[in-house]
């Protein structure tokens, strides 16, 4: 009797995507295992991925905007993708065929750079000029026009209520925005650096902003002028982070590399990837919490295995580390599998000592 066909077998994360420009954003679907991609020639697509061999394959593709996709975004059902552009139109399209169901051209005066979902009505869009509008899209209009910022808005966050509103802005300072009473209510001090990306912790009694000078500043909830607390990471920047557990935060940076990194205690856990040195735009996390996606330079979609990050124990004490180790591989395709990359990062490790107790040592600039 013949042998059945032998199973083809399950790979660790799905194969890369190569796309035919650099992305600027990606976002995975909220229930379904398909990412989203935009590029810097205004085309966006539609990817269904998965871990068969040969099984991850573009679904459709949409060429409406005239300039750079600067961000895109799932609306929370998962029935349509809002996309953003330099161009500074919203395109929203149905997620089932790519299909531009509705276009607000001029929906801003400069160019558009991030999109956020509030809910099953509303959306958030930030602009280079540091013009934040919020949506009523029933009303197909702006029903909150505030310009607080002076320079881009990065990133965008909005707490569980869908009450509070932060922005983390170029010009390195955190907006805050009340949703519900459609106001502006304060910005942080402003911080070394551009503020990139911003990300609540700590089941929202945290909130964390990664800055482009390769910090992250965290900020008690409701104690939104000043920071908390900071963590020098020892990397050249932090240009885009995601929450992956209540504590742990993925960041990617302009060295290619995403860390992995545990908030209070403070502490670089290890290297989840790299695009070799290509920076990294943006980071997605699949909705069960095992998958990373991130996209940089490379014209390339990769994806990382993250499912041991939600059992890391972090111990409050540090054990003196020798100086000089590579960065911990927390995947299996992480480089540090056995072979030393960037001498740079070798003082990672020792990340920090000074943020380690939650104190700043490194406070006297």
Known sequence: PQEPPAAPRLRDTPEDISLEAAANAIALHPARALLAAGDVDGDVYLY???????????????????????????????????????????HILTVEDGRLETRIAKAHSAALNCVLPIDHHLLATGDDGGELKVWDLRKGEAILESRQHEEYISAMAVDGNKKILLTASGDGTMGVFNIKRRRFELLSEPQNGDL???????????????????????????????????????????????????????????????????????????????????????????????????????????????????????????????????LKALTSKAPGSGEDFFADLREEQEATAEAATGSDSDDSD
């Open 196 to 326: 990139t990306s911003v990300a609540l912790l700590k089941r929202g009694k945290k909130v964390a902003c990664g800055c482009s000078e390769g910090t992250i500043y965290l900020f008690n909830w409701n104690g939104f002028g000043a920071t908390s607390d900071r963590f020098a990471l020892r990397a050249e920047s932090v240009d885009c982070m995601v929450p992956i557990t209540e504590s742990i935060v993925c960041t990617g940076s302009l060295d290619g590399v995403i860390r992995a990194v545990n908030i209070l205690p403070n502490r670089v856990l290890g290297c989840v990837g790299q695009h070799l040195g290509e920076p990294i735009e943006q980071l997605a996390v699949a909705p069960d919490g095992q998958l990373l996606a991130s996209c940089a330079h490379d014209q390339k979609v990769k994806f990382w295995d993250i499912s041991s990050l939600g059992s890391m124990v972090v111990d409050e004490y540090r054990k003196k580390k020798k100086r000089g180790g590579p």
């Open 48 to 90: 269904g991925y998965s871990c068969l061999p040969g099984d991850t394959q573009q679904l459709w593709s949409s060429g409406h905007h005239l300039k750079s996709c600067r961000d895109v975004a799932f609306s929370p059902d998962g029935q349509r993708l809002f996309t953003v552009s330099k161009d500074k139109a919203i």
